[in-house]
């Protein structure tokens, strides 16, 4: 079959033909009909630090995807062949301490998709049962194929109680501008995000962001006047992985207020610590994990 590998320690990804993939006893082939491509496989197709470290080459990338059933092992149960399926990322070991307690998002053995082993971008993929989703006919395949990221999405917005609350999110990429709806739907009161990029910017505005900040040109406090607000956010979303705006989150936020962080930060990453003492600041990272379901639901 055909399919988009990580072949080679450089920039760029290979086209290449590679064996089909063969069921086991509790597994599920997919015809992949149409996929997504997630921040992370632009982090792998530039071979950046966080790739060098985590990948084990050749690799079919891609995790955000839906199909068609194909083929089902003897042992699966809840699909049949030919229904219109899409597939949580990350297959967790079932046995460890987290597993066993229903906490399956923190399995210390979890395995990605696409990341530790073949991936999505390619005519078929074979993941467990537990890990297929089914499709309900009245959702888009277009829509389904990201399923993986809004999960993400909503996971995130929604570690902390939103309601009444004025939220900044750092970075308008798709999963900041999901959350911004997400934010709005909840009842949070101010949902502010922030980024350089125009055509982004103009989109986290027609998702129904308050108000959408180029921080090149702008300061976040500027816009508390018309926000009625008199000092920081209730709440952070660090959506962008970007240390400049993680820093600017950190000023701007509010005395015990809480910041969940999704953003992947290099390891240069410099961090004020005293904005996250003195103020009182609760920052929780957020394990992506097995969270389809949130967005699914």
Known sequence: MRALVKKYPEHGIWMDDVPEPECDTND???RVTHSAICG???HIYKWDEWAKKTLKLPLIIGHEFCGVVEEIGPGVTHYKKGQRVSGEGHITCGNCRNCRAGKRHL??????IGIQRSGAF??????PESNVWPLHDDIPSEIAAFFDPFGNAVHTSLSYEMVGEDVLITGAGPIGLMSIAICNFVGAR???ITDKNKYRLELAKKMGASK???ITKYSISEFYPQLNMT????????????PKAFSSMLEHMYHGANIALLGLLPDSTKINWDNIIFKGLNVKGYMEGRCMKHGIK
């Open 28 to 30: 599920v082939k997919i």
């Open 40 to 42: 992370t496989d632009l």
């Open 107 to 112: 399995c210390q053995k979890s395995i990605g």
């Open 122 to 127: 390619a005519e078929y993929l074979v993941i």
């Open 190 to 192: 101010n949902v502010v």
């Open 212 to 214: 959408a900040i180029d």
């Open 231 to 242: 000092s920081g956010f209730d709440i952070g979303l660090e959506m962008s992985g970007n």
